[in-house]
């Protein structure tokens, strides 16, 4: 049978087998070259953390220097981030930055640090783990989460937007304070900044629970296609983002504030939008038996009462839109214990999700 000439035209693109093996060699030493980077920044991040003792002992001699009860102002630290800043051609803050996640690298991570000189663990990697494990306050804790993590990237081969959500999975395993008290104290530093931008234009930026974050994102999407949807002759040239931002500005400078004596709900109440959350079954069953007995408060001792630290059955879904699956096809939950997961965003407090899902049900 004769072969049309698109069939033969589509398979112009198939590499040859000299071009295969000259992307064969290339990729091996792209491979060699990713694990050079990798133990250099090793070496790097080795350099500064010694820098930053010598800049101890300078802040140590200082404070002796004065009288005493005083303590030294710390003119050794911002002399050498200048150093450091220059070296490298970056800000001073950055530099600032990289000596405290040097010190916690060579100080609390030494297996990471190993890992690193062989070429094994990226510096994109070792920030996620150092920036998560840092999260646990006992030395045991952090121990444990290296060694976890560090298990985890030996079997699978993860990006280090991959790594997070495992790696922050496993850390809220080993955290001894529950979900729900950590996240009531977070929520203390809820703020909105604004960042200058270029050409007169900037970043308006609100520090909220995730839940609420992600709801504010899809409510404001929803009431875009609206406009959308409702330009019959289109004439509005805007694009969807476009569209989105603009709806987020008109409710931010034209709308009223709806918490209080207006009775206009708010929070988790206020919320409609569609935003897919994954909850432990027995966490989700224990929860409304609290509240059947008329409980003021879901649990007494935290989030974990509330389930199985590695439940075998499946989960209920706030939103009857599915479950949430880890990097490698687990059900997430089994790595986040009492937690629920807010998909795609991480975890948040179980009492929140059962809290969304009884406001699911009343507006069914």
């Known amino acids: 049978m004769e072969i049309s000439s698109s069939v033969r035209a589509s398979a112009g693109w198939l590499p040859t087998s000299d071009e295969r093996a000259r992307l064969g060699a290339l990729a091996d030493a792209l491979e060699v070259n990713g694990r050079s980077l990798a133990s250099l920044e090793a070496m790097q991040a080795l350099l500064i953390a010694h820098m930053v003792e010598v800049a101890q002992e300078q802040y140590a001699r200082e404070a002796r220097a004065l009288a005493d009860g005083e303590e030294g102002r710390g003119w050794s630290f911002r002399a050498l981030a200048e150093e450091i800043a220059g070296v490298l051609g970056c800000a001073r803050a950055t530099a600032e930055a990289r000596m405290a996640d040097a010190v916690a690298l060579v100080n609390r991570y030494p297996r990471v640090l190993a890992s690193m000189q062989e070429g094994r663990v990226s510096a994109g990697q070792a920030r996620v783990i150092v920036e998560l494990g840092d999260e646990l306050e006992s030395a045991t804790a952090r121990a444990r989460f290296e060694e976890l993590v560090l298990g985890v990237l030996a079997e699978h081969a993860l990006t280090p937007g991959r790594l997070r959500p495992v790696a922050e999975a496993v850390a809220e395993r080993l955290q001894p304070r529950s979900l729900r008290e950590r996240h009531e104290e977070e929520a203390g530093r809820r703020r909105v ?148 997961v807010l998909c795609g965003h991480g975890v948040i407090p179980i009492v929140q999700a059962v809290e969304l899902a009884e406001l699911v049900k009343l507006c069914v």
């Open 193 to 340: 900044v604004f960042q200058r931008g270029r050409h007169g234009m900037g970043w308006v930026r609100m520090y909220v629970s995730a839940l609420v974050g992600e709801g504010i994102v899809d409510r404001s999407r929803q009431l875009a296609e609206e406009l959308a949807a409702a330009d019959v002759d289109g004439s509005d040239e805007r694009t969807a983002e476009q569209r989105q931002v603009d709806v987020l500005c008109d409710l931010a400078l034209a709308g009223a504030p709806t918490a209080g004596p207006q009775g206009v709900p708010t929070g988790l109440a206020g919320i409609r939008a569609s935003v897919q959350i994954t909850i432990p079954a027995r966490a989700f069953i224990a929860a409304a038996e609290h509240r059947a007995a008329g409980a003021a408060e879901i649990g007494g001792g935290g989030d974990d009462e509330l389930a199985d630290p590695c439940p075998d059955g499946d989960t209920a879904d706030a939103t009857a839109q599915g479950s949430g699956r880890d990097a490698f096809g687990r059900p997430t939950e089994r790595l986040v214990g009492g937690a629920a």
